[in-house]
């Protein structure tokens, strides 16, 4: 028992530190700046034309940056949308990354994309399942429904950590292979500036790091709480 303690609290620490020290390098960022002119939107918006990214809106959002390559858009949380911060820009550099990805028909992207829009589809049918489940044990006895929750809740929480952890290359080329060559070339921030850029680059792609180690977490507890 003990051990199992000792393992919860390693894990925890484990799946919570990622996030907490993406949090604060976003939001120790996230002052204006006084050498630069624009908004996150408005970044955007030149960068979408800069790369001649036909097709692709540029958006404000309440659900946090990303890009969508389905919807072919740019979404830029509320925070960075009307910022100049040097977290703001740096953020919109990284979603710009993503964009060109698509243009240039990035493999791995492609590849999660297709996963994402498979795993939606699959988690629908868990939830159905999952729900199903209080009502189906009262009516059968037998191994089945035990199979199902085990099958449905894996689907639920364990696909996640499959997509996260399979597609973090995709983050990292964003940043550093498309967003800081961007910053550089571009000369949109001083050198002090992109050093500390590089940091946030980082963060951007560790959100999705400390998002599947947070659902390895999620998935643990489910598992553990499944063999009681």
Avoid at 127 to 149: F, R
């Amino acid at each position: 028992m003990g051990l199992l303690v000792v393992g919860f609290v390693i894990l925890f620490i484990l799946t919570t530190l990622p996030s907490l020290w993406t949090k604060y390098i976003l939001n120790k960022h996230r002052t204006p700046h006084p050498d630069i002119p624009g908004s996150g939107l408005q970044f955007a918006e030149h960068l979408v034309k800069k790369y001649d990214l036909k097709g692709v809106r540029v958006e404000e959002t309440a659900e946090g940056d990303h890009y969508d390559p389905i919807e072919k858009v740019v979404r830029i949380s509320s925070e960075n949308a009307h910022s100049n911060s040097l977290t703001a820009i740096t953020t919109v550099a990284h979603e710009i990354g993503h964009a060109l990805q698509d243009k240039t028909d990035y493999p791995q992207l492609k590849q999660r994309t297709i996963l994402v829009e498979r795993a939606a589809v699959m988690q629908k049918f868990a939830g159905i399942a999952l729900m199903a489940t209080p009502i189906l044990i009262p009516l059968s006895h037998t191994p089945i429904v035990g199979l199902m929750t085990f099958g449905a809740g894996f689907i639920a929480m364990g696909v996640p950590v499959i997509i996260h952890l399979s597609t973090l290359s995709v983050e990292f080329d964003a940043s550093f292979n498309r967003a800081l060559p961007l910053l550089q070339e571009g000369e949109y921030l001083s050198k002090k500036d992109r050093k500390q850029a590089k940091t946030i680059l980082f963060a951007c792609a560790m959100t999705y790091v400390a998002a599947s180690l947070s659902s390895l977490f999620n998935l643990w507890k489910w598992l553990k709480a499944l063999k009681r």
